[in-house]
């Protein structure tokens, strides 16, 4: 059964900071890996899907990477700014047609 | 085109009472999926339909809870008799494809509240 992990469970950055978010699998037969973002209260946004086959996909302040072999990926955000302050959930997609979730990691980025 | 809606917003049942959570996918997309997401821990599937079929509800309670899409109107998942372990977030995803290929959307949730 896929299991997936994420670390750090929290994490206070101060504005501006360059940071990394990581997100584990445990079965790397996977389609696809999703990173979401959900704030208190509300839905989840889609940040990145990365595809089996891509290695990384980039949107604006955001990077994400997979590595299949090794069942990780991380998720980068560059230059950080409270509006980033949220929960990062990280997915994972194993063709039965639903998403394993991670617990998520909550940001924190300090004014 | 608006995105997934799910109504209520919020919910507040007693325990034993039904609750009816809804979901309109976005247009065109005629796949659904809902998970729920216990406080404290994560997002966990439930069940995956088509318009009037159900796919794969290996992830939803063998009681009390059914799920329906049917050819016209929103998705609808039922809890009956609902206790205090069944408050949750319930959330619904729609896609255009088989999520294999394409993301899910998610609608905000529903949150339900037994007392």
């Known amino acids: 059964k896929q299991e997936v992990t994420q670390i750090p469970a929290a994490l206070s950055v101060p504005e501006g900071e360059n940071l990394v978010l990581n997100c584990s699998f445990t079965d790397s037969a996977i389609y696809n890996l999703q990173w979401f973002r959900q704030d208190p209260g509300k839905g989840l946004t889609s940040l990145l899907l990365?595809?089996?086959?891509?290695r990384e996909q980039t949107s604006g302040r955001l990077n994400a990477s997979l590595d299949k072999s090794s069942g990780r990926s991380t998720l980068y955000i560059a230059a950080s700014q409270p509006g980033d302050s949220a929960t990062y959930l990280c997915a994972v997609e194993g063709g039965a047609n639903n998403l394993f979730f991670g617990t998520g990691t909550r940001l924190t980025v300090i004014p | 085109n608006a995105g997934v809606m799910q109504n209520p917003r919020h919910l507040v049942r007693r325990r034993g009472q039904e609750a009816r959570l809804r979901c309109s996918p976005m247009k065109g997309h005629s796949h659904v999926y809902w998970y729920r997401q216990l406080p404290e821990e994560g997002l966990k599937f439930m069940v995956y339909?088509?318009?009037?079929?159900?796919?794969?509800e290996s992830g939803m309670p063998k009681e009390r809870f059914s799920a329906e899409f049917p050819k016209e109107g929103p998705s609808i998942l039922r809890i009956q008799q609902v206790v205090r372990g069944d408050s949750a977030a319930y959330f619904c995803a729609s896609s255009p494809n088989p999520t294999g290929n394409t993301e899910a959307f998610f609608g905000q949730g529903t949150r339900l509240t037994v007392v």
């Open positions: 339909l088509q318009k009037e079929n159900i796919i794969d």
């Open positions: 990365i595809q089996s086959s891509q």
